[in-house]
């Protein structure tokens, strides 16, 4: 038999899984193997044959719902002849693993590599986008940003809708958190009670786009009738970059929610002072909403 230890790139349309690491059930030792991303991979690694039953390691833990555009795992591969498993071949037959049972992953690309390289422990950064389209709101009794929605971002965007909102205190807001901060107020309660909560926040970039640089078939996704008696500044677009070597438990989402905030005007750059300040999980401002998981995206992982 040989082992080779295989390192892959990655991409998954997060909608329809509970997470990108493999859970069991609750109340039951049985596994929902394509519930999950790492699951799915795994099945998919059953149909090469191997001596024995792979277990891949994801290198970032994603949640529900949320996408990655390019994210990695490795595995040890256990080929029950001596000859080696070529890396395009297992990229190509795991590809139509996932397009025969209508899997949203696929696998860009597949290498060896050295038994001890550890895809989670070497990574040295990971860089998230969370988008929001925030839509002017048309009149006092609006309840919800509806009135127009692209079919085409339903469940890739987080919808706002508001009068009141500054894209310089956003900014602002974002500069606060860049650096080495305890984010323990910004971390969701996890079992994990002992984890380090002090870590370094590279860069937060928030960058306006218009509706041109938005969309699959633009002007078709924004159709004038939609927004006819809207102006032209309707919906702005905003794509929050993310990068550091690592984050907590939903601390992206709960920092984009924190933004968002800030730039509407529910909490002040005071009140951000005060969570980075005083980190607990007492110190979290309860106007402040995390924000769903289906807007968030996975970009890259460096090495």
Not at 76 to 84: N, S
Not at 112 to 129: G, K, M
Not at 177 to 198: N, P, V, W, Y
Request: glycine share 4%; net charge positive.
């Amino acid at each position: 038999m040989s082992l080779k230890r295989y390192f892959l790139h990655c991409a998954y349309i997060g909608t329809p899984f509970r997470g990108s690491q493999r859970q069991a059930k609750r109340g039951s030792l049985v596994q929902d193997e394509l519930s999950t991303v790492q699951g799915a991979i795994e099945m998919g690694l059953k149909y090469l044959n191997p001596a024995r039953d792979t277990v891949v390691c994801m290198a970032s833990r994603t949640d529900a719902a949320v996408h990655a555009l390019n994210t990695t795992c490795h595995f040890d591969f256990c080929q029950p002849f001596y000859a080696i498993l070529e890396p395009d071949a297992i990229t190509l037959r795991l590809n139509k693993f996932f397009i025969k049972s209508d899997n949203p992953i696929r696998i860009l690309s597949t290498k060896i590599v050295p038994d001890d390289f550890h895809c989670r422990y070497n990574a040295i950064s990971r860089t998230y986008l969370y988008r929001i389209i925030i839509e002017e709101k048309k009149q006092d009794n609006d309840l919800t940003a509806t009135y127009f929605m692209p079919i085409e971002e339903t469940n890739r965007a987080f919808y706002v809708s508001t009068n009141s909102f500054n894209l310089d205190t956003m900014r602002e807001a974002a500069k606060l958190l860049e650096g080495f901060h305890d984010f323990r107020t910004f971390m969701a309660t996890s079992k994990d009670s002992d984890r380090i909560t002090r870590k370094k926040l590279d860069s937060i970039r928030i960058i306006e786009r218009s509706k041109e640089q938005v969309g699959v078939s633009w002007p078709y996704s924004w159709p004038a009738v939609a927004v006819q008696n809207s102006k032209e500044q309707s919906h702005r677009i905003l794509d929050m970059y993310f990068k550091g070597k690592g984050f907590l438990y939903k601390q992206v989402r709960r920092t984009a929610g924190t933004l968002l905030s800030a730039g509407t005007g529910q909490i002040s750059l005071q009140d951000i002072r005060f969570m980075l300040e005083v980190p607990s999980k007492h110190s979290w401002n309860p106007r402040i909403k995390a924000l769903p998981g289906y807007a968030l995206y996975l970009c890259e992982i460096e090495y």
